[in-house]
């Protein structure tokens, strides 16, 4: 890619079937509910000091020569999340080279409005590449917290490292948010990734909890319209732990398909019912416009996630949406995932990712990639593992040895693309995972079924939940006790698998030089605590030029 880089300017799950219940009810009570969708999540200071920056600030998309400040103002008591109500607010922004904010950079207006539900964004540009910057939104005489934002290095640059923080899955239910708590007191990250599932669409106690919800959701229905998306969003952002990452450090987000309900594809959604649920086109438009709103990303082809960010000549990232072109997920006795009219990407975007990987003159190609890439067999579980298990990846219980909600039910667009990645030698892909609720660390083979005597073309670190619940939690036996029986089983099936972590919740720090990629997983002691520690657990790296993933003891 070319310098000045723009993202915009780039052409062009295994969720458990845990809808259980009828849930027509709440499109009509969700009319009600939405006029005050933050009333028990507000703090009391909301009604002393207005306008207020109750949500926090956020920066995100970071370029050579700039980023993208998001916050949302609450000019009203009345004028929460959804509301639709509330006057204008002017908002001022500030940009600075020190924390505080006495060498000005850049400063500017723009206008809070219910047309973007008091959210705004200001695409800073014109900034010194690899940079600290700090940020600071004020409105009516009231001031923001100082966020901290970074630049990328310059397209043409050579860079000694980079570090990102690496999340998924953060049911608001099920605990606190304390991974982004350690994330954020770390002060040492060029930005972190968000992988999707950043909110969870269900009503409360919809959705996996452990049969405890440590605290419920806002609104308490499943959300279905636009005043019901920006209202989970905005609840989400009242988290202390979320709020403290976003102000820490610049994101890079993908949606999955909680951001719009469980298994999403092109035109439906497994958490969807046509009619009782309104359309699908009409909830899937909510639900792009409230992410847009209320999360600092750059839309790269006209409303989706899909772009591409360059970080020097060191890597460069391609971030992938799995959700808005795939076809529908194959079930069982329809259809086959090995049909090559079926797809997971898109022609469009799946041509895009391969010019991308070809042309790239970076040491490494990281692609953000929302469902597990590697393919996965089940192996001879024994029953009372298999049947949690299949819950959790939504596998048919009886026993079907592949997740069609992943890669492994669109079997021809993954050849396609490892075919492309061996024939054109392009080495040092990485991809980077969320979704599944544990942790892996996998070679990415040609030919699973001949592994490792046919080759790896890439290598994988998938993420484990912030909270969402993963085996142990299905299961409700102490965390490690599934992992240490289930592991084995499933590495001795899958050769390619080099670590799986069933039952942990954390989240990952990925360091990359010219000679390794390397991602340390770390994970939480207890995610219903808010003061839950965390501790490394493991660390992983490819070496440049091997395709492959080994063990290393030390976290960077």
């Given at each position: 890619m070319t310098t000045p880089h723009r993202a915009s300017e780039d052409p062009n799950s295994p969720s458990p079937r845990r809808r259980t219940v009828v849930?027509?009810?709440?499109?009509?009570?969700?009319?009600?509910?939405?006029?005050?969708?933050?009333?028990?999540?507000?703090?009391?200071?909301?009604?002393?000091q207005l306008p207020a920056f109750l949500h926090g600030v956020a920066s995100g998309d970071p370029l050579p020569d700039g980023i993208l400040l998001w916050t949302r103002v609450t000019p009203?008591?009345?004028?929460?999340?959804?509301?639709?109500?509330?006057?204008?607010?002017e908002v001022r922004w500030v940009v600075a080279r020190d924390k505080a904010l006495t060498d000005?950079?850049?400063?500017?207006?723009?206008?809070?409005?219910?047309?973007?539900?008091?959210?705004?964004?200001?695409?800073?540009?014109?900034?010194?590449?690899?940079?600290?910057?700090?940020?600071?939104?004020?409105?009516?005489g009231t001031d923001s917290p100082v966020g901290r934002a970074r630049t990328a290095p310059a397209a043409d640059a050579a860079v000694p490292g980079l570090r990102f923080g690496v999340v998924s899955c953060a049911n608001w239910e099920a605990g606190h948010f304390a991974a982004y708590r350690h994330l954020a007191a770390r002060g040492d990250l060029d930005a972190w990734l968000h992988l999707g599932d950043y909110i969870y669409e269900y009503g409360s106690g919809a959705y996996g909890t452990r049969d405890s919800i440590v605290r419920p959701h806002t609104p308490t229905h499943e959300i279905l319209t636009l005043a019901d998306y920006r209202a989970r969003h905005g609840a989400y952002k009242t988290d202390p732990d979320l709020r403290a990452l976003h102000q820490s450090a610049p994101v890079i987000a993908i949606w999955d398909d909680h951001e719009f309900a469980n298994d999403t594809w092109s035109g439906g959604a497994e958490n969807h019912t046509e009619g009782a649920e309104g359309t699908w086109s009409a909830r899937q438009a909510a639900a792009r416009q409230a992410y847009f709103e209320w999360m600092p990303v750059r839309t790269a082809v006209s409303g989706t996630t899909y772009r591409r960010l360059r970080f020097g000549r060191l890597a460069d990232l391609?971030?992938?949406?799995?959700?808005?072109?795939?076809?529908?997920?194959?079930?069982?006795?329809?259809?086959?995932?090995?049909?090559?009219?079926?797809?997971?990407?898109?022609?469009?975007?799946?041509?895009?990712?391969?010019t991308g990987l070809a042309a790239s003159d970076t040491t490494w190609r990281l692609i953000g990639n929302s469902v597990m890439i590697?393919?996965?067999?089940?192996?001879?579980?024994?029953?009372?593992?298999?049947?949690?298990?299949?819950?959790?990846?939504?596998?048919?219980?009886?026993?079907?040895?592949?997740?069609?909600?992943?890669?492994?039910?669109?079997?021809?667009?993954?050849?396609?693309?490892?075919?492309?990645?061996?024939?054109?030698?392009?080495?040092?892909?990485?991809?980077?995972?969320?979704?599944?609720?544990?942790?892996?660390?996998?070679d990415v083979p040609v030919d699973a079924g001949t592994y490792p005597l046919s080759p790896s073309a890439a290598t994988e670190f998938v993420v484990t939940s912030v909270t969402s619940d993963n085996l142990d939690d299905f299961v409700k036996v102490p965390e490690g006790t599934v992992s240490a029986l289930a592991s084995p089983v499933i590495r001795a099936a899958n050769r390619h698998v080099h670590w799986v972590d069933t039952d942990s919740h954390g989240y990952g720090v990925l360091d990359i030089t010219a000679d390794r990629a390397q991602m340390d997983y770390y994970v939480l002691s207890d995610r219903t605590s808010p003061d839950a520690t965390t501790s490394w657990a493991r660390s992983y790296r490819t070496r440049s030029g091997t395709q492959k993933v080994e063990r290393t003891y030390d976290p960077v």
């Open positions: 849930k027509a009810a709440a499109v009509t009570a969700g009319a009600a509910m939405a006029a005050a969708p933050l009333a028990a999540a507000l703090p009391a200071r909301a009604a002393e009203t008591a009345a004028a929460t999340p959804g509301s639709g109500t509330g006057p204008d607010a000005v950079v850049a400063t500017g207006t723009t206008t809070a409005s219910t047309a973007s539900d008091h959210t705004v964004k200001a695409d800073i540009r014109g900034l010194r590449p690899a940079t600290d910057y700090w940020f600071r939104f004020s409105a009516g391609s971030l992938l949406d799995l959700r808005s072109f795939r076809s529908q997920q194959v079930s069982t006795g329809s259809g086959s995932v090995d049909d090559p009219d079926r797809t997971i990407t898109g022609r469009a975007q799946l041509d895009w990712l391969k590697s393919p996965f067999a089940i192996g001879s579980l024994t029953a009372d593992l298999l049947k949690p298990l299949a819950k959790l990846l939504g596998l048919p219980q009886e026993g079907l040895a592949l997740n069609t909600d992943q890669w492994d039910g669109y079997t021809d667009d993954r050849r396609e693309l490892l075919t492309h990645l061996r024939s054109h030698a392009i080495r040092n892909t990485v991809f980077l995972t969320g979704d599944i609720h544990m942790a892996w660390a996998n």
